[in-house]
């Protein structure tokens, strides 16, 4: 199950202490523990039918794209930096790929993610035209009018391993939908169910998307094995993760145009404890039975803050959903555009994320 924990805010004053689920009165008041539907995190039920001979009507209705950033699905490293450049850092990720970073676009955010020398995935963020006729802003309707007999709540797909069918509950398919695109070639939207805006966007070949498996699954076959990570190749995949989390957060915050969060290392040992303090002991909360609430443990780290707030989400694929669905959460999303914080830091231990806001007494 994914899981998302009620934001929390903390303000410090000079003679007392004010703690409470972020702000008090009517924010506060419409508050509560928010859930995402469940997903399958548990190995899935397999189908009693064999779905491999269940033509749907998938293949009829398969739309041709055309001159878009899925024409760089399946080309090589040399191609990539032909059309964009050396990436500004290269971060592992835990489905068998690395994730080229370009920060540093003219517009926008991407992710390039790369298998044995071929491009196998691709996020974006604000990318303008690059990402036509996905391009951010872009209103949910209009989307589901020109596309909207790919908007489905089930979804197939085949490959030599077996048969899948991914269900996507109502919520999913307002939210972030699943489109095929070409044969090999998937589309994940990531819309704001504030504004009913396109977020951002990720292509996906059919080995990363049933290696995610970001939703719940039925199948006939066999499904792709997690890989068995040392301890020190997770922390490489958690701090590029961490810095992602950072880079999406203030992309949507330029969006929204709100300054953008400084990095603390400080904060990120603190969020990194928590997200560690998670796992290890098997609850989901602000409150750590151990180590207390954000208060206490930035105290404990020797963090000095006037302001703070947390994020947590546990049990997404990666930093992409857990941001997305902070955003698509009342309590998490106030917490990610509030003018009030300066400083972020980002703690990941293998699917725990937290996210702890911080502005210092110095900057108040």
Known sequence: MKRLGCSLFVLIGILIIILFEYFPGEISSRLSEFKLPDKAVEEPQEIEQNIADT?????ENLYVFSDGLHDLMGESISHIESNFGSP?????????????????????????????????????MDVGDLSQPFVSGTDYNQLYHSFSFSFSDYVSVNNKMG?????????????????????????????DTFTNKLSSVRYLSTD???????????????????EDFSTEKWRAIEEGAEIQILDFTNQIRQRHNLSLLTWDS?????????SQDMFENN????????FGELKDRLERGDVSFYFAGENIAAQYVDGIEAVEGWLNSEGHRV????????????GVYEKFYTQNFMTPWAIH
């Not at 990363?208 to 094995?225: A, F, H, I």
């Not at 609850?283 to 039975?289: E, I, L």
Request: a negative charge; zero cysteines.
């Open 163 to 191: 048969s899948y069918r991914f269900e996507l509950t109502e919520a999913e398919l307002f939210s972030r939908p699943l489109l095929q695109m070409e044969e090999d070639t998937w589309l994940q939207l990531y819309f």
């Open 266 to 274: 400080e904060v990120s040992i603190v969020a990194y404890g928590h």
């Open 283 to 290: 609850y989901f909360s602000h409150t750590s039975p151990t």
């Open 88 to 124: 500004s850092r290269i971060d592992p990720s835990a489905y068998g790929y690395d994730w080229w970073i370009y920060d540093n676009l003219e517009k926008g955010y991407m992710q390039i993610g790369v298998s044995n020398n071929q491009v196998v995935t691709i996020y974006v």
């Open 208 to 226: 990363v998307l049933l290696k995610q498996r970001p939703y719940s699954v039925t199948y006939r076959g066999e499904l792709p094995k997690e």
């Open 55 to 59: 033509e749907s009507e998938d293949d």
């Open 335 to 346: 917490n990610l555009l509030n003018e009030e914080f300066t400083h972020l830091g980002v």
